[in-house]
């Protein structure tokens, strides 16, 4: 599919169960077992749902990544995304990025022993003099809300390889008609869905999208223990 196709088309299937074109919201919590753990792909919709698996697949599909995963807000992705990390751990991220992002790392993780580094990220020299032996991960907004500053994406991307921390891209305000942060060597890309991907000012969304199946392995985990998942 080329991209116009794919913004009307990507994720959805025809329905299995009665060939529905369109994907029907599925307003179920729970799904029937018929045995322990024997169900059809769902057992309960906190952990996955039909109608979020279409909008995931959708997501994925439009920033060419192999996985998507959908949230209730895009604050409640970045905060997935930092779950990932453990006390002691370091990240480095752009200093005029987001205000919810900058208060969530700075007033409510900071307090759990992960240390944020706030640097001018659109001179990529600073990321690599920021880099310690606790670096785990550079956060990166390009172009920023709402200063529009931009990040050579790819040039982070090789500082955080050879770092061995993972390049996270939020990339909300380009959207992925204009940029594809994994194509360009990023392992996550984030939106607030509630912008551009939303469309119409209607709904609050989050998503995050990657190619690692271990990294979205984590982030499901994470998606299904505790961070808000987009529902039905
Ligand atoms: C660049 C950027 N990232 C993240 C967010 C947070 O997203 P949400 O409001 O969907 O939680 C916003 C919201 O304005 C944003 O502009």
Not at 18 to 34: C, E, L, N
Not at 132 to 149: A, D, H, R, S, Y
Not at 169 to 192: E, R
Request: a negative charge; glycine letters at 8%.
């Amino acid at each position: 599919m080329k991209r116009d196709t794919k913004i009307i088309h990507a994720g959805v299937e025809p329905d299995p169960s009665t060939g529905a074109i369109m994907t029907p919201i599925f307003q179920t919590s729970t799904y029937v077992q018929t045995g322990p753990n024997e169900h059809k792909g769902y057992d309960y919709s906190r952990a996955g749902n039909p109608t979020r698996t279409a909008l995931e697949n959708a997501f994925a599909s439009l920033e060419n990544a192999k996985h998507g995963l959908a949230f209730s807000s895009g604050v409640a992705a970045t905060d997935a995304v930092i779950r990932l990390l453990k006390p002691g751990d370091e990240v480095i991220a752009a200093s005029d990025m987001y205000g919810g992002t900058y208060r969530l790392f700075s007033k409510l993780w900071a307090d759990f022993g992960i240390k944020f580094i706030y640097i001018d990220t659109t001179q990529v020299e600073n990321i690599s003099a920021a880099i310690t032996g606790q670096t785990k991960m550079i956060w990166v907004e390009t172009p920023t809300n709402p200063l529009m500053n931009i990040t050579d994406i790819e040039a982070a991307a090789v500082i955080a390889k050879n770092a061995g921390a993972l390049l996270v891209v939020d990339n909300t305000f380009a959207s992925p008609y204009l940029q594809n942060p994994l194509d360009l060597g990023a392992d996550i890309v984030m939106h607030s869905a509630t912008k551009y991907l939303g469309g119409h000012s209607d709904v609050i969304m989050g998503s995050l999208m990657m190619n690692d199946d271990e990294l979205r392995e984590k982030l499901f985990f994470i998606q299904k223990v505790v961070v808000q998942c987009r529902g039905p």
